[in-house]
């Protein structure tokens, strides 16, 4: 295993993988993980690696060795996700396959602004829904630049 890089307190690279990792508020994980690993949510911060092919998820920034795996959590997380069909937005329950449905019946999709718009009232939970703890609008407009770009069926 690579020597861990910190600032201050916190890990910035993964335990496992070395890849770059941002920070969780604990409430994320006691949202999002399952009852048989719930008790070992502390009230720490956490990292999320973000490395497709690495098991962790999760892990404190206290102790790189209590991680979590895509095993410990209810959802999905798409960042690791290895098939075609994975959700983009954890708030409204938007996946890929939404926004290239609508890209195929009319070569364009409103679901970033259709999100946009909830947000703005008030209707996203980010902190609770989505594995990254934050607003997931960006990484919405990059997939939905991405499955542009991609060969019509």
Do not use: H
């Amino acid at each position: 295993m690579d020597a861990i890089v910190t600032i201050g307190a916190e890990s910035v690279v993964c335990p496992s993988c070395s890849g770059k990792t941002i920070g969780v508020e604990s409430i994320t994980l006691k949202s999002l993980v399952v009852p048989r690993s719930l008790e070992r949510v502390r009230d720490t911060t956490y990292r999320y690696c973000s490395t497709k092919s690495c098991a962790i998820v999760y892990f404190a920034a206290d102790d790189p060795t209590q991680s979590f795996l895509c095993d410990d959590l209810k959802i999905r997380v798409a960042d690791k996700e290895t098939s075609e069909s994975f959700p983009i937005c954890y708030c409204f329950d938007w996946t890929t396959d939404d926004v290239r449905r609508e890209l195929r019946d009319t070569s364009e999709t409103t679901i970033p602004g259709r999100i946009e718009r909830l947000i703005r009232l008030g209707f996203c939970r980010c902190e609770t829904m989505n594995p990254k703890g934050r607003c997931c609008l960006g990484d919405v407009t990059r997939t939905v630049k991405r499955l542009k770009s991609e060969p019509a069926e």
